[in-house]
């Protein structure tokens, strides 16, 4: 009972650690609902109802015919998917639990494993929540084909990833000014409405656009999304590797941000607030 369990080897101390973030992922799930399937539900519900309002605004305003040839409704969610997954991860990691949470009193937890466990509880909701939209839109109502799914479904990690990258940037500054990373992330979460390029045609915009978006890793993910799901869509003006190299860099400064950022924090900051 009084005994500290120590780690015998490397591999036993990745295993405790996987098992831990396993947990706190299961619990991170389960946080906001007790039954596991309302929260996929309210996932679906909020994919489902964005992809109708993008479609009953499309069609309204007749833009329907200006987009790439294909299944019109997996053009929306080729690109809402990659948005809500990138916003999703970084909601998830930017209310992970802090380095003054009553959680880290009890070893061995501590808040890479409380990021990571928010991150992958979040990528398991975007996961499945894809493969029953897609798997219902497919037997329920048009037989789709996607060109290249293996490729698709990397692009949909690499959003999770830059999600997940910018979000930790965020939790770095959060303990310093939390009200500056409560506005920012309303502010981005909003900006990449329009700045993510999930409504438009990538080859087709202008240049003054292009320079407006193209700071955007999620615009290049979206866009190379589309030339692996559409067999006769090219994406010509997007980089496969920019999204990449941004998300390494910005997670090489979050965790270097955090790491500082753990040596400092206490309750009394939240007490003072």
Known sequence: MFKTTRPRSRLHSAIVIAELIYYAAVRDVRKSDGNAIVALAKNIMTVVIMVLAFYLMFSVLGLKGTKLRGDFLLFMMSGIFMYITH???????????????????????????AISSAALSSLYIQVLSLFVVLFVYHVGFVPISIHQPIQAFGMLLAAWFTGVAVGLVLVAIKPWSPGFVTIFSSIYQRANMIASGKMFVVNTLPTFMMNMFDWNPLFHIIDQTRG?????????????EYPIYVGLSLLMIGLMGEFYTRQYASSSWEARR
């Open 87 to 113: 916003i999703k991860a970084l909601s998830a990691v930017v209310g992970a639990e802090g380095p003054s949470s009553p959680m880290m009193q009890h070893a061995p937890m501590n808040t890479i494993i």
């Open 228 to 240: 692996f799901v559409f067999i006769n869509y090219f994406p010509h003006r997007t980089s496969l």
